[in-house]
């Protein structure tokens, strides 16, 4: 069992002679000094930018609220044609599937357009903005701006089915005596 070992040991003990010689040339500064390339100087063309130009046909007025507020500045608004222009997101994708009243825990389950199913708590806000406002039994109040919404939850109803009629009008015929079915008992 020992006789595999001996050439084990004396590999292993060459590679540690092998390790240690190249540790000390390392440790002679080998390597420490980096060769740069030398740097090519960068020909200087002008100390001008070249004139640039500026687009033909904006109007002033187009540009005239740029002026009146700094651009960074955090009191700074759209321009109220901008704001006229965005038009309230609708809810018509959204549909109350049920309500969750129990103590403290008041949620609203809805179902979105895409078909993926949505959990609300009161207070929380869609991703379009509407804020839910109220969770009652039957119906949520969504809010937005100042735009109130109100949906319902869907009352489920029968199809309507056709009325029998009275017993009084079927018509019995007693007298005739039945004849047994074709190949029956």
């Known amino acids: 069992m ?3 070992r001996r050439p084990l040991v004396q590999l292993l003990a060459g590679l540690a002679l092998m390790l240690a ?3 000390a040339w ?4 080998v390597g420490s000094q980096p060769q740069w390339p030398v740097a090519e100087p960068v020909p200087v063309h002008g100390a001008i930018a070249p004139a640039v130009e500026i687009p033909a046909g904006v109007a002033l007025g187009e540009v005239a609220n740029a002026w009146q507020a700094p651009l960074f500045s955090p009191a700074r608004e759209p321009d109220r ?9 609708d809810l018509s994708g959204l549909r109350l599937t049920g309500v969750v009243i129990d103590g403290t825990v008041r949620r609203a389950l809805f179902k979105q357009a895409d078909g993926h199913d949505l959990s609300l708590r009161e207070g929380g806000q869609l991703a379009s903005g509407w804020r839910l406002q109220r969770i009652e039994a039957q119906a949520v109040v969504l809010e937005l701006n100042g735009q109130v919404r109100r949906l319902q939850l869907p009352s489920p109803r029968l199809p309507n089915m056709p009325v029998p009629a009275p017993a009084s009008s079927i018509l019995l015929n007693r007298s005739a ?3 047994p079915a074709p190949g029956g008992h």
């Open 21 to 23: 010689g190249l540790l």
């Open 177 to 179: 005596p039945s004849s």
């Open 81 to 89: 044609s901008v704001q006229m222009a965005k038009a309230t997101p």
């Open 26 to 29: 390392l440790a002679t500064g």
């Open 2 to 4: 020992r006789a595999w």
